[in-house]
C-alpha cells in the first residue's frame, strides 16, 4: 500500500509544474511591466522636438437674437403664508390649503416689532 497509483503521481506531478511555471512566468511579466512604467516617464521626459503654441481659435459668441431670452422670475409660493397640513400623522407644508386632516395656516414672515417700541 505504499504506492496507490504511479500513474495519478506522475500526472500531479506534471500539474504542479505547469502551475508553478505559469505562476513563475505571470510574476516576471509583471514586474517588468511595472519596471516599464516606473522607467518610462524618466526616459521620455525630454521631448524631440520644441512644442510650437498655436493660435488660438476665436470663437464668436451667438448673436443676442439667435440666443434663447431668459426665464423670468416664478414665485412658486407665497411668500407670507404656509398650511400646515397633518393626514394619517403625516405632517406636509404646502402653500394650498390641505383636501383632507387638520390644517394650520403658519405666517412666514412675523410682524417685526418697530424700534422705537423699548
Not at 511591466?33 to 522636438?49: D, G, H, T
Amino acid at each position: 500500500m505504499d504506492e496507490a497509483n504511479p500513474a495519478s503521481d506522475r500526472y500531479f506531478d506534471l500539474s504542479l509544474r505547469l502551475l508553478t511555471i505559469f505562476v513563475l512566468v505571470s510574476l516576471v511579466c509583471c514586474v517588468a511591466f511595472l519596471s516599464y512604467r516606473w522607467l518610462a516617464p524618466r526616459l521620455l521626459r525630454a521631448p524631440a522636438a520644441p512644442v510650437q503654441l498655436r493660435n488660438p481659435v476665436v470663437v464668436s459668441p451667438a448673436p443676442a437674437a439667435e440666443a434663447a431670452p431668459a426665464p423670468a422670475d416664478q414665485i412658486l409660493m407665497d411668500p407670507h403664508k404656509t398650511f400646515r397640513c397633518v393626514e394619517q400623522g403625516k405632517v406636509t407644508f404646502s402653500d394650498r390649503s390641505c383636501d383632507t386632516g387638520a390644517v394650520q395656516l403658519l405666517p412666514l414672515n412675523p410682524a417685526q416689532p418697530t424700534a422705537g417700541g423699548r
